[in-house]
């Protein structure tokens, strides 16, 4: 069964760090990419960062370039979204997803398979 479970997320002060999970349950990690986008109140899903299907080559958001990290373990079929240096404007529900075909890897649009989410919280 293909399904995918995003853990992690909570409530952390600015400057601190998160470690986002996802279980990717009958994926072959190593021929599909992976991304993690994320979604505010009354704003469009936006992609934070992600693994390319067609060369494993990593893909970063602008604005979280030199603190978010993604990465994955085939073996253990997970998908990790390092974060630090949050601020308020990262807080979101964060969402794991996996695209069978290539593409832009940040674009929402690539995708076929979604988590349900998890949410970050950072105050002001």
């Known amino acids: 069964q293909l399904q995918l479970v995003e853990s992690g997320g909570g409530l952390v002060q600015p400057g601190g760090s998160l470690k986002l999970s996802c279980a990717a349950s009958?994926?072959?990690?190593?021929?599909?990419?992976a991304g993690w986008f994320r979604q505010a109140p009354g704003k469009e899903r936006e992609g934070v960062s992600c693994?390319?299907?067609?060369?494993?080559?990593?893909k970063a958001a602008d604005s979280v370039k030199g603190r978010f990290t993604v990465s994955r373990d085939s073996a253990k079929n997970m998908v990790y979204l390092q974060m630090d240096s949050l601020k308020p404007e990262d807080t979101g529900n964060y969402f794991c997803?996996?695209?069978?075909?290539?593409?832009?890897?940040?674009?929402?649009?690539?995708?076929?398979?979604w988590g349900q989410g998890t949410q970050v919280t950072v105050p002001f």
């Open positions: 009958g994926f072959n990690l190593d021929i599909v990419g």
């Open positions: 693994i390319s299907t067609q060369d494993g080559s990593i």
């Open positions: 997803a996996i695209a069978m075909l290539g593409g832009n890897c940040l674009n929402h649009a690539e995708y076929d398979y």
